[in-house]
């Protein structure tokens, strides 16, 4: 059976820092990817993974303060969080998927398999 799974969300105060997990298992995957929702919005891309790490994609808003990163013996992604801003408050879900596809495609869409997701909230 396929599972998804992260843990590491909390509270956290602005400028804080928090590192989240996203265990895949059950199936090959070649990318792991993190998105998050927050209450009113659309779920966005956040940052994405490939399994020998060389393939790194980070969304604009946390370029420079998130770091993506995985364990393949583990078959775990993490996401280093720093610098935490109060617009970063969401639940953050890890996604992941086996694709052949040539061109790089991080619509939610496009992951078949999600995790039950984890809150971080950064207050002010």
């Known amino acids: 059976q396929v599972q998804v799974v992260e843990s590491g969300g909390g509270l956290v105060q602005a400028g804080g820092s928090l590192r989240l997990s996203c265990a895949a298992s059950g199936r090959p995957f070649n990318f792991q990817s993190w998105f998050r929702q927050a209450p009113g919005k659309e779920r966005e891309f956040v940052s994405a993974?490939?399994?020998?790490?060389?393939?790194?994609f980070y969304a604009d808003s946390v370029k420079g303060r998130f770091t993506i990163s995985r364990d393949n013996a583990k078959s775990t992604a993490y996401l280093q969080m720093n610098n935490l801003k109060p617009e970063d408050t969401a639940v953050y879900y890890c996604?992941?998927?086996?694709?052949?596809?040539?061109?790089?495609?991080?619509?939610?869409?496009?992951?078949?398999?999600w995790g039950q997701g984890t809150q971080v909230t950064v207050s002010s």
């Open positions: 993974i490939n399994w020998n790490g060389d393939k790194i």
């Open positions: 996604a992941a998927k086996l694709t052949l596809a040539t061109k790089f495609d991080f619509r939610p869409e496009t992951y078949p398999y």
